[in-house]
C-alpha cells in the first residue's frame, strides 16, 4: 500500500513524466509553475532554482506554487506583471495557461464520460464531417484526440488559428489529409484536433464550454480567477502581459486573440493560487470534482516515446504520454 507521500509523487509524476526542469508556458507569456511533495530544504532549492532561471532568462515575472498534503501551499512570486508598468506579480497574478487549459478539458470529459453522455471511444468523425475515416485502420476516437495519438502529423493546421483562422476552416484541411500511422499508436502533439473537445463537451451538456469550466471545476474549486477567452483576461486588473523575447530584449505584446479559437486546447486563463487548487484536486483532495477513477483515466500513460522534443528545439528525452499532456510542468 503506499503512503501519502508516495501517493503524492505519483500524482505528481503522473503530471510532469518528461520533464525534470522547470518548464516555461509558451514563448509570449511570463513563467509560472507548480510543484507538489517536495520536502522543505527542496522547497528552499526550488525558489532558488526559480529566482537563478529568472534572472538567468530575463523573463520579466512570474509565480509558483509549492503543494504539500494537509498544509497551506506555498507561493512565491518575482518580477512585474508588465515591462510597459511596474506592478509586481503576485500569486492571484492571471497568466494565459496556454496548453495547461487541456488539463481542465480532459477533466471534463471525464465528468462527462461519468454522467454517461461522452463516451473516450466517440469518433472524431461523428464530432466533425471533416475529419474522415482512414481504410486502413480503425476510427480516431476522442480519447485519441485528448491524448494525442490520432496518427496525423503534428501541430497539423496550427498555422491556420496562428494566421487568424477559424476553427472549422482549421478542420477543413483534414478532409484531405492523411494519418500517417494508426490511431493510438504514435504520439503527434495536436491543438486543432484537441479542440473537438469543445463541440463534443458542448452537444453533451448544451452549455459553452467557458460556462461548462466554471460550473464544474472554477466554482466548487473556488478557483475565482479561472476564466476562458481574450475579453475575460484584458478585464482582469491583476494579469501578467504576454511578452516575447526578440534577441536579448523582452517585449511586451497586445494579447493574442486567434487562440479563443481553441478553447479547450489553449484558451483558460488562471493564477498560481488557483493552479494550487487544481493540483490539489489531482491529488485527491476534492473527490466530488474528481474521483479517484477519472483521475486515473486522464493520467494513464498512453503512448510509449523513443524520445520527445519541443518544436522550437532544447533537450529530448525518452518518455511516455498521458491523455492531455499539457507542454507545462508540475513538478
Given at each position: 500500500?503506499?503512503?501519502?507521500?508516495?501517493?503524492?509523487?505519483?500524482?505528481?509524476?503522473?503530471?510532469?513524466?518528461?520533464?525534470?526542469?522547470?518548464?516555461?508556458i509558451a514563448?509570449?507569456?511570463?513563467?509560472?509553475?507548480v510543484?507538489?511533495?517536495?520536502d522543505?530544504?527542496?522547497?528552499?532549492?526550488?525558489?532558488?532554482?526559480?529566482?537563478?532561471t529568472?534572472?538567468?532568462?530575463?523573463?520579466?515575472?512570474g509565480?509558483?506554487?509549492?503543494?504539500?498534503?494537509?498544509?497551506?501551499?506555498?507561493f512565491g512570486?518575482?518580477?512585474v506583471?508588465?515591462?510597459?508598468?511596474?506592478?509586481?506579480?503576485?500569486?492571484?497574478?492571471?497568466?494565459?495557461?496556454?496548453?495547461l487549459s487541456?488539463?481542465?478539458?480532459?477533466?471534463l470529459?471525464a465528468q462527462?464520460?461519468?454522467?454517461g453522455?461522452?463516451?473516450?471511444?466517440?469518433?472524431?468523425?461523428v464530432?466533425?464531417?471533416?475529419?474522415?475515416?482512414?481504410t486502413?485502420?480503425?476510427p480516431?476516437?476522442l480519447?485519441?484526440?485528448l491524448?494525442?495519438?490520432?496518427?496525423?502529423?503534428?501541430?497539423?493546421?496550427d498555422?491556420?488559428?496562428?494566421?487568424?483562422g477559424?476553427?472549422d476552416?482549421?478542420?477543413?484541411?483534414?478532409?484531405r489529409?492523411?494519418?500517417?500511422?494508426?490511431?493510438?499508436?504514435?504520439?503527434?502533439?495536436?491543438?486543432?484536433?484537441?479542440?473537438?473537445?469543445?463541440?463534443?463537451?458542448?452537444?453533451?451538456s448544451?452549455?459553452?464550454?467557458?460556462?461548462?469550466?466554471?460550473?464544474?471545476?472554477?466554482?466548487?474549486?473556488?478557483?475565482?480567477?479561472?476564466t476562458v477567452?481574450h475579453?475575460a483576461?484584458v478585464?482582469e486588473?491583476?494579469?501578467?502581459?504576454?511578452h516575447?523575447?526578440?534577441?536579448?530584449?523582452?517585449?511586451?505584446?497586445?494579447?493574442?486573440v486567434?487562440?479563443?479559437?481553441?478553447?479547450?486546447?489553449?484558451?483558460?486563463n488562471?493564477s498560481?493560487?488557483?493552479l494550487?487548487?487544481w493540483?490539489?484536486?489531482?491529488?485527491?483532495a476534492?473527490?466530488?470534482v474528481?474521483?479517484?477513477?477519472?483521475?486515473?483515466?486522464?493520467?494513464?500513460e498512453?503512448?510509449?516515446?523513443?524520445?520527445t522534443?519541443?518544436?522550437?528545439?532544447g533537450?529530448c528525452?525518452?518518455?511516455?504520454?498521458?491523455?492531455?499532456?499539457?507542454?507545462?510542468?508540475?513538478?
Amino acid at each position: 500500500m503506499n503512503t501519502n507521500g508516495e501517493k503524492d509523487k505519483i500524482a505528481a509524476h503522473a503530471w510532469c513524466r518528461a520533464a525534470s526542469t522547470l518548464i516555461w508556458i509558451a514563448l509570449l507569456l511570463p513563467m509560472w509553475c507548480v510543484a507538489a511533495s517536495l520536502d522543505k530544504p527542496a522547497e528552499t532549492a526550488f525558489d532558488a532554482q526559480f529566482r537563478r532561471t529568472m534572472e538567468r532568462t530575463g523573463i520579466p515575472g512570474g509565480a509558483y506554487a509549492i503543494i504539500r498534503r494537509d498544509e497551506e501551499p506555498r507561493f512565491g512570486a518575482l518580477g512585474v506583471r508588465s515591462l510597459d508598468r511596474p506592478d509586481e506579480i503576485t500569486p492571484d497574478t492571471v497568466f494565459r495557461i496556454a496548453s495547461l487549459s487541456k488539463t481542465f478539458t480532459a477533466a471534463l470529459v471525464a465528468q462527462a464520460v461519468r454522467d454517461g453522455t461522452l463516451a473516450w471511444d466517440l469518433p472524431l468523425s461523428v464530432i466533425s464531417r471533416h475529419v474522415t475515416v482512414s481504410t486502413h485502420w480503425r476510427p480516431a476516437t476522442l480519447e485519441d484526440a485528448l491524448g494525442h495519438t490520432t496518427g496525423y502529423v503534428p501541430y497539423a493546421f496550427d498555422t491556420v488559428i496562428d494566421g487568424g483562422g477559424t476553427f472549422d476552416e482549421a478542420l477543413h484541411g483534414f478532409e484531405r489529409l492523411a494519418p500517417i500511422c494508426a490511431p493510438g499508436r504514435c504520439f503527434a502533439y495536436q491543438n486543432v484536433l484537441f479542440n473537438l473537445a469543445t463541440p463534443a463537451l458542448e452537444s453533451a451538456s448544451g452549455h459553452a464550454f467557458r460556462d461548462l469550466l466554471q460550473a464544474r471545476i472554477a466554482q466548487p474549486l473556488q478557483m475565482m480567477s479561472t476564466t476562458v477567452g481574450h475579453d475575460a483576461f484584458v478585464a482582469e486588473t491583476n494579469r501578467a502581459d504576454p511578452h516575447i523575447r526578440r534577441g536579448e530584449e523582452w517585449t511586451s505584446v497586445p494579447d493574442p486573440v486567434h487562440y479563443d479559437a481553441l478553447p479547450a486546447a489553449a484558451g483558460v486563463n488562471s493564477s498560481a493560487r488557483d493552479l494550487s487548487k487544481w493540483l490539489s484536486a489531482h491529488l485527491g483532495a476534492a473527490p466530488d470534482v474528481l474521483t479517484e477513477k477519472q483521475i486515473a483515466a486522464v493520467t494513464a500513460e498512453r503512448v510509449r516515446m523513443e524520445r520527445t522534443c519541443f518544436r522550437n528545439g532544447g533537450e529530448c528525452w525518452p518518455t511516455t504520454r498521458t491523455m492531455a499532456w499539457a507542454g507545462a510542468c508540475f513538478a
